[in-house]
Nanobody
Framework: QVQLVESGGGLVQAGGSLRLSCAFS????????MGWFRQAPGKEREFVAA????????DYADSVKGRFTISRDNAKNTVYLQLNSLKPEDTAVYYC????????????????WGQGTQVTVSS
């Protein structure tokens, strides 16, 4: 049984930082590209960042480039998302996803989703 469990969300002031974690279990972690997506109230889920199987390549949405950093530790079966210089418009539920295709995108095959963690940025 595959599980993706996110943690690290919370309430932060604009300009602040958070670090999200996603613990993966039930399959061989290093075979999956990992991604982070987010969904704000009343909006569609959108791509945020992704990292290849080995961690050698990353991809970011334009809205987060230079502020967010995705990384992974294959020894710990965990993917991270460092969120810096947060803005109120970053407020959303953040979801971790695993995919055997690259790049992972909404509407393209995503093999597994986490349950999400809330990030709220106050102005």
């Amino acid at each position: 049984q595959v599980q993706l469990v996110e943690s690290g969300g919370g309430l932060v002031q604009a300009g602040g930082s958070l670090r999200l974690s996603c613990a993966f279990s039930g399959r061989i972690f290093s075979r999956y590209a990992m991604g982070w997506f987010r969904q704000a109230p009343g909006k569609e889920r959108e791509f945020v960042a992704a990292i290849r199987w080995s961690g050698g390549s990353t991809d970011y949405a334009d809205s987060v480039k230079g502020r967010f950093t995705i990384s992974r530790d294959n020894a710990k079966n965990t993917v991270y998302l460092q969120l810096n210089s947060l803005k109120p418009e970053d407020t959303a539920v953040y979801y971790c996803a695993a995919s055997m295709t690259w790049p992972p995108r909404v509407g393209v095959r995503i093999d597994y989703w986490g349950q999400g963690t809330q990030v709220t940025v106050s102005s």
